[in-house]
């Protein structure tokens, strides 16, 4: 920069020496001064400016060099400039290069870490299945008689379950190693003795042979005591032994089989557990039965001997009665039918019975209008009728009223069950259901008194209304062959008529009654009723 300055006030001093050579004076100016002044001050000037032009010249070398350098330097400086732009494209490449590389690795990671937390997931997931299939294990064959001859089983699975954390390969191979355990013995049956607690005994305990079939049962004999070997719920150390809801046939063979398993048999076997014989156990008895359903019981037994009485009297009445009513009816008839009214009277009063009585008083009035013996036939059955229809109305009345008494029970019972919820809260619904089982037992007791009593008066009522038709079909045949003997009906159109009659039911002959009058006199009247007896 000062050789910039230098080379400039140079110029500028020759460029006022070259002015001042130049200059001319006027006449009127000045006097200029002498010659040997002027050459002195040219001498020193033109030194200057050689010395300047020296410089100068010096200068422009230096400023040549200078700008050589320069150029170099820019030329340099261009190089490295088109280098760094090379080098920030490659470096912008690779950039980018890397930033694919980490999406990359950054969606690998996150893949990874979705796979850890899945198989975290599916770890702890079959981690709680081993835990809750050991559970299972241990629950189920822990205790009872599957532990006696597997004493170390129930131990380690608790072993198992202490363990916060459970790994996955050791222990499914343990888990299917105790599985092959429990199924191997699912597969074979042992004998053995050991100590069980007789329940029917007192529980009292005992050395007793113990047989496991498989899996599906267990059943102990000692002495007079068999049936099934189950598991003490309460401590879980010695096995019971129950009987209950075994009869006795049942118990003997057990004991047979448990004595000898080898000779086979027969064995009760229950699939369900040992529910199904604990249901049979726990069926009460028909003492409690009626126990729990009350004082309402005491009515329905008494309907129930009430019922059972008449049941059993109309029976007895209608198996006599009933007995040669068709026989009766041709006894009377076959003299009539002779001509003999004399004897068929004779024959009727012999009878002693209710076709008797019905034939007697149609044959009595034979000499009386169709009108008048059809009449006293209508009041001979009014009289008879009742021995063969009574007191089947009053087991009806006991078949509608005991299911009503039961109703009431029921009923009685429910409003207890409910103030006990009240008092006591609903927490167990076991109590619930017990209490509305009891009352239940009334309607069921009345159920058993009606249907039975129902059935029998359906019965009775049958053989009672097909006797009485009977006898009454007897008796409208006595009437045709008196009818005959006098003359009033013709073998043809009225016999067909008379057959027609004897045809129809019982109830359609009592309801038609005919019209008792006869020239102007009332037949129903008293002393018609008189004369016609």
């Not at 004998?191 to 496991?212: G, H």
Request: contains cysteine; negative net charge; aromatic residues 6%.
């Amino acid at each position: 920069m000062l050789r910039h300055l230098i080379f400039l006030g140079s110029i500028f001093l020759c460029a006022c020496v070259q002015a001042q050579d130049g200059i001319t004076v006027d006449a009127g100016s000045a006097p200029s001064a002498p010659p040997e002044a002027k050459a002195a001050e040219k001498s020193v000037l033109e030194a200057v400016i050689a010395e300047i032009r020296a410089e100068l010249t010096v200068l422009e070398g230096q400023w040549e060099k200078d700008q050589q350098e320069l150029s170099e330097e820019i030329r340099s400086f261009t190089e490295s400039v088109f280098n760094a732009a090379s080098k920030e494209t490659d470096l912008r490449n690779q950039v980018t290069e890397l930033q694919k590389k980490l999406d990359e690795k950054e969606f690998n990671r996150f893949e990874a870490e979705a796979k850890r937390d899945s198989l975290k997931s599916m770890s702890a997931a079959v981690g709680s299945e081993l835990r809750n299939q050991i559970a299972d294990l241990n629950d189920r064959f822990s205790t009872g008689v599957f532990s006696l001859e597997a004493p170390d089983f129930g131990p380690s699975l608790a072993a198992k379950l202490e363990l916060e954390n459970l790994d996955e390969n050791r222990d499914i191979d343990f888990l299917l190693q105790r599985f092959n355990q429990v199924l191997d013995a699912a597969e074979t049956t042992s004998s053995f003795k050991t100590d069980v607690q007789v329940v029917a005994a007192e529980r009292r305990v005992v050395k007793a042979d113990v047989l496991r079939l498989g899996l599906v049962d267990n059943y102990f004999s000692q002495g007079s005591f068999a049936g099934r070997l189950v598991k003490d719920e309460i401590t879980g150390d010695t096995p019971e032994g129950l009987s209950e809801g075994l009869t006795s046939e049942q118990v003997r063979l057990i004991r047979d089989f448990v004595a000898n398993p080898s000779a086979g048999g027969e064995l009760p076997v229950d699939v369900s557990g040992g529910a199904g014989f604990a249901s049979l156990a726990a069926g009460d008895s028909w003492a409690e039965w009626f126990e729990k359903g009350g004082n309402f019981m005491w009515g329905l037994v008494a309907l129930a001997v009430f019922s059972l009485l008449m049941i059993f009297e109309r029976v007895l009445v209608l198996f006599i009665k009933s007995m040669g009513i068709q026989a009766s009816v041709d006894k009377v008839l076959k003299p009539l039918q002779s001509g003999d009214i004399e004897a068929a009277i004779q024959t009727a009063r012999s009878l002693n019975n209710p076709v008797g009585t019905v034939m007697l008083a149609a044959l009595e009035n034979s000499d009386q209008p169709e009108e008048i013996i059809e009449s006293s036939i209508e009041d001979a059955m009014m009289t008879v009728a009742p021995i063969y229809r009574s007191r089947l109305a009053m087991i009806a009345l006991c078949a509608a009223v005991a299911p009503l008494m039961g109703l009431l029970g029921t009923v009685t019972g429910m409003i207890g069950t409910f103030q006990n919820l009240v008092i006591f809260g609903a927490s167990d619904p076991r109590n619930l259901a017990g209490g509305i089982s009891e009352a239940l037992i009334t309607t069921q007791g009345g159920l058993y008194v009606a249907i039975p009593s129902l059935l029998m008066r359906g019965i009775l009522g049958s053989i009672a209304e097909k006797s009485v038709g009977k006898i009454e079909s007897g008796a409208m045949s006595a009437l045709i062959e008196i009818l005959k003997m006098r003359g009033e009906i013709i073998d043809g159109d009225e016999v067909t008529t008379s057959e027609s009659v004897i045809d129809s039911s019982p109830n359609d002959l009592l309801e038609e009654k005919p019209d008792a009058t006869q020239d102007g006199v009332d037949l129903d009247s008293p002393e018609e009723e008189r004369i016609s007896g």
